[in-house]
Every structure is written in C-alpha cells, then in structure tokens.
C-alpha cells in the first residue's frame, strides 16, 4: 500500500513515532536530523519543533515542492537541500507525480483539489502505484540533482547522524547503496517499505534489514513505515565497542 493510501490512517502511527523520537533522544544535544523526501516541509516543521536544537537539513527533489518550501520559509527552520539522496552523484530523471483525488476521497482538500499531487514522485517508476491509486499519474519527468548519503555526510563533516526521516517512494536501495558508511554512523533510520513493488524494485522491510551496513533491529513495525535502531550505537548514544 502506498502511503497515498496509507496515510487515510496513519495519523495516530505518525504520532506515535514522534513521541518514540522525542523518548529516543531524550538528552541528545543538538541532534542531528535529515528529512529526506521532505515535499512541503510537513515533517521538517514538526521535527524543528520537537527538537529546537537540531542541526536540521531537508532534501527535496521536486521543483515543484522546493518552490512550495520556499514559499513556507523552509530556510527559517531548516538547511534545504535541493536534491534526491541515490546511489550516484550528478543528475537524475525522476518521475513526477500528478493528480487529483476524487471528490469523495478523505484525500480531497482544499490544497490537493487545486494542487497537483507531488506526494508520489520517485527515481524508481511506479508499478502497483498505478493499480492501487489510479488517479495518481505519472505523465511527467524532470531531470534533478542527485547525491549519495555518504557524500553529504563528508561534505558536512559529520561524525555521525542521530534520525534520518526517509520518504523516498521506493528508492530506499538507492539511499542505502550510496550510504553505507553515512548509515554506519547513524543511531535511528525511520522509513516506508512495502512488501510489494509499488515502485519498480522497492525492497521489502526484511530487504532493508540486510542491505543495512552492520546490525539493526526493529523497534517498531507501523505497516508501511518502520522505525529502525543501529545496535553500533547504545541507548545513549555512544558507540558500543566492537566485540573482538
């Protein structure tokens, strides 16, 4: 199920797993936190609330959805990055969603009624996406900047990443190729999956368990998102020493 359709009851998930991040990272200063995927800026606003102190950065691929972020101030709250996170870098033809949902779906407002839908833009082209929401097309493309993870990670000089926030419609083996060492300094991996390829290749959950770099584990399954601990890192945040 995509999160267009996932997202009818995902209201009382979503804020749970802010609860759990705000428990997680009960005396972490300055935490470090990417929202990857961040379309209109939803979940970077949240996150700047919860965390004052964050070193917050947003990725947005979308020109329509970086237009809307500036239109928002993104870059009062948040480093906006204006790119796709992959397993390359330079550019990148990503598939642009569009749409409108009918006028009896709990979808419809007043922004999606005269807004082309751009929840669902992806690197990866739509597959089960275009039986299971068939008023989403996909008609159009755009060629984006692309980077990898463990570039930006040693472009910013990081030692570590404490939440990546990752919505990236189907390309999550993407973000995990060109991150492996990225991901090996990161405490929490929140993401989609789906066990179906709604986009062309996505990885099941237990797919992105063992392309992860070293040991994860599960600490709580929402369906179609999953909130994912690095055992590298304790509770604290300290990197528990490798056993010999």
Known sequence: MPRVLGCLTGFASMNKIYAMLV??????????ILDIGAHFGQDSFTLRQLFRDARLWSFEPDPRNIYRLHQ??????????????????????MNLSNGTP??????????TAKTPWSQSSSLKK?????????W????????????KLDTFFAREKLDRIDVIWADVQGAEDQMIAGGQH??????????????????????SLKEIMKRLPGKWIVLEDFGYDALIRNAA??????RVAAKT
């Open 23 to 32: 428990d997680v990272l009960k005396g972490t200063k300055e935490p470090v």
């Open 136 to 147: 989403v097309k996909f008609d159009k493309t755009s060629n984006v900047t692309v980077m």
């Open 126 to 134: 739509p597959k089960e996406h275009l039986k299971d929401v068939p």
């Open 182 to 203: 990225a991901l090996a300094n990161t405490r929490y991996l929140y993401t989609e999956y789906d066990d179906r390829e709604v986009y062309e290749g996505q990885l």
């Open 102 to 111: 009918p006028a009896d779906s709990n979808l419809r407002n007043a922004l």
């Open 72 to 93: 928002q101030g993104i870059k009062n709250i948040s480093t906006l990055v204006e790119a796709a996170i992959g397993d390359q870098d330079g550019t990148a033809v």
């Open 233 to 238: 890192f304790d509770l604290a945040g300290n």
